[in-house]
């Protein structure tokens, strides 16, 4: 039996589950020996941990900040991607089909993420649309790929940011002349777990999304703690230029949250203290483009009622001379 079927079998019971018990190399080498059979040098051990944490099928992951290795756990294929997209059509749920309560669960999840996202960008002056008819009960498979869970629109011709912000004529007026947007548009996609397995489909989800726009983010909720999944994301992002970045927010910490229409109608202390508990961790920045493809965003406007309505949005801030939050007619 070579060394690595035998340390495929031996490695998951003597790894911890938790990243932040990890344990280091030295410690899982002589645990290790206790069960090989064979003589083999600590330089070949050595190896083996550091070429099977790079594999996702392997056991054995190593942490991103720090020493030490850790038990992969299990891909998890069901709900990591999808939005509120339930359709039966869509393969990947079938597990959880017949199990309603992973389901809600599962789906609540997402909408406090969301929920959190929103206030985060807020309080941080920048000003996000929200798509969710895209991907409603039914809605086509491809809107995956055609439309960002979440725009973010950055003003460049107000001053502090603020609930509104006021934009200043003349900067309107100049930009309009030389043909330039008042604003910046990034697109961004939402994750609740990074996985080393799914984590290609995320990244080219938030980029065929945000080909429109002028920059791209993929935001995963849960911490981004294996290092070969992080070196992976940097790799993609030097090429395509999607920026990423995580919340620092696990399952558990997600479900401690309040319910998500709390999250966004909370107090100022209440949202304080919600930002407290994030735990933002910059993994790659976005590159940005300086123009928006118009041809393809009026493509999607005649398509879509969430992007008519975001033209709308834009254009009446516009109008007023001030940013204001979107806020979805009742």
């Not at 030389?178 to 548009?185: K, M, Q, S, V």
Request: include cysteine; charge should be negative.
């Amino acid at each position: 039996m070579s060394l690595r079927t035998q340390l495929t079998e031996i490695l998951p019971p003597l790894l911890p589950s938790n990243p932040s018990e990890a344990i280091k190399g030295t410690e899982l080498i002589r645990l290790a020996r206790l069960q090989l059979n064979g003589a083999y040098s600590d330089a070949s051990l050595r190896y083996h941990f550091s070429i099977m944490s790079c594999d996702p099928a392997s056991p054995i992951a190593k942490v991103e900040k720090g020493q030490g290795y850790y038990r992969r756990s299990a891909p998890v294929p069901a709900l990591t991607g999808a939005q509120e997209l339930l359709s039966l059509s869509q393969g990947r749920l079938d597990d959880l089909s017949a199990d309603h309560e992973a389901v809600d669960l599962a789906l609540e999840r997402l909408r406090k993420f969301r929920a959190v996202v929103t206030r985060y960008y807020e309080v941080n002056g920048r000003f996000p649309y929200t798509f969710r008819q895209a991907f409603a009960q039914g809605a086509p498979l491809g809107n995956l790929w055609k439309y960002p869970e979440v725009v973010l629109v950055d003003w460049e011709t107000g001053d502090a940011p603020d609930e509104e912000l006021a934009l200043d004529p003349t900067m309107l007026s100049l930009k309009q002349r030389l043909g330039l947007p008042p604003f910046r548009l990034q697109a961004a996609r939402l994750r609740i777990h990074p996985s080393l397995a799914s984590f290609r489909e995320d990244f080219f989800q938030a980029l065929s999304s945000s080909m429109w726009a002028q920059g791209s983010e993929l935001i995963y909720a849960a911490p981004v703690q294996d290092e070969a999944l992080a070196d992976g994301l940097r790799r993609l992002n030097a090429i395509f230029g999607v920026g990423v970045i995580s919340f620092g927010l696990d399952a558990a910490a997600l479900d401690d949250l309040p319910r998500a229409a709390n999250i966004l109608n909370a107090h100022p202390r209440e949202t304080e203290a919600l930002m407290d508990r994030l735990k933002i961790d910059r993994i790659a920045a976005p590159h940005t483009r300086q123009h928006i493809d118009w041809q393809a965003l009026d493509g999607l406007r005649r398509e879509s009622d969430e992007v008519h309505q975001l033209i709308g949005w834009l254009n009446g801030c516009i109008s007023k001379g001030r940013a204001e939050a979107f806020r979805e007619e009742a």
